[in-house]
C-alpha cells in the first residue's frame, strides 16, 4: 500500500481532495499557532493589567498603568470607556449606569472578536476534513474497481492494494481534522478564561464610572 503510488495514479478529483485536505492542513496549524502565541500572551498582559489598574487609587493614574501592562491592548476598548465625554446637563445614576453598559458591552464585544479570531477556521477544518478525506476514499475505490473489472481478472490481492491506498484518504482527513478540534475546544476555554476576567472588570468599572 503506497500513498505516492496512488497520487501518481489519481486523476484530478483525487489531486483536488488532496490538494484541499493539505490546505486545510496548513490553514489550521497556521492559525493555532497564531492564537497559542495571542492567548498566551492575552491571559497574562490582561491579569496584570487588571492588578495594576486597581492597585492605584486615581482612575486617571489607574488608567495609565493598566494600559502600561495591557501590551495587546485587549482592555484598550474598556479603558476608552472611561474617557467618554459625560453628557450635557445633569444625568441620573440610573441612566449614567445604563450609557456605561452599553459602552462597555461594545467594548467587551471588539475584545471578544479579536480573542475568537481563527476559531471559525478551526471549526470548519474539524468539521468538513473527515468527510473531505472520505470523498477522496469513495472516488479512488471507485475509480480502483472499476480498473480492475476492465483488467478482466479480479483477485483479492490486486483488489486489496488500490483500496488500501484509497483508505489513505479518509486517514488522511482524520489527521487533517483531529489537531484543529482539539485546537478548537482548547482555545475555547482559555477564550471563556479571559473573558471571564474582563467581564469583571467591566462590571466593576461600570459601577466606578457610574458613582
Do not use: C
Request: aromatic share 8%; hydrophobic share 55%; proline share 3%.
Amino acid at each position: 500500500m503506497d500513498f505516492t503510488h496512488y497520487l501518481a495514479q489519481a486523476d484530478a478529483v483525487a489531486w483536488v481532495v488532496a490538494l484541499t485536505l493539505l490546505l486545510m492542513s496548513v490553514s489550521a496549524w497556521v492559525v493555532i499557532v497564531l492564537k497559542i502565541l495571542a492567548l498566551g500572551s492575552a491571559r497574562t498582559s490582561v491579569a496584570r493589567a487588571l492588578v495594576a489598574f486597581w492597585q492605584n487609587g486615581a482612575p486617571q493614574d489607574a488608567q495609565l498603568a493598566a494600559q502600561a501592562f495591557d501590551k495587546g491592548q485587549w482592555l484598550q476598548p474598556l479603558l476608552a470607556v472611561m474617557n467618554e465625554p459625560n453628557p450635557v446637563g445633569d444625568e441620573s445614576t440610573q441612566r449614567k449606569s445604563a450609557r456605561y453598559t452599553r459602552l462597555l458591552r461594545e467594548a467587551k464585544n471588539q475584545t471578544q472578536t479579536r480573542l475568537e479570531f481563527g476559531q471559525v477556521v478551526l471549526a470548519t477544518v474539524g468539521s468538513t476534513a473527515p468527510f473531505v478525506g472520505l470523498l477522496g476514499t469513495v472516488w479512488g475505490i471507485y475509480h480502483a474497481l472499476f480498473s480492475i473489472a476492465g483488467a478482466g481478472v479480479i483477485t483479492i490481492d490486486k483488489v486489496a492494494g488500490p483500496v488500501g491506498e484509497a483508505l489513505v484518504m479518509t486517514a488522511a482527513g482524520l489527521a487533517v481534522a483531529l489537531p484543529a478540534v482539539l485546537a478548537y475546544n482548547v482555545f475555547n476555554r482559555q477564550i471563556s478564561q479571559i473573558m471571564a476576567l474582563i467581564d469583571g472588570f467591566a462590571y466593576d468599572l461600570r459601577e466606578l464610572l457610574a458613582e
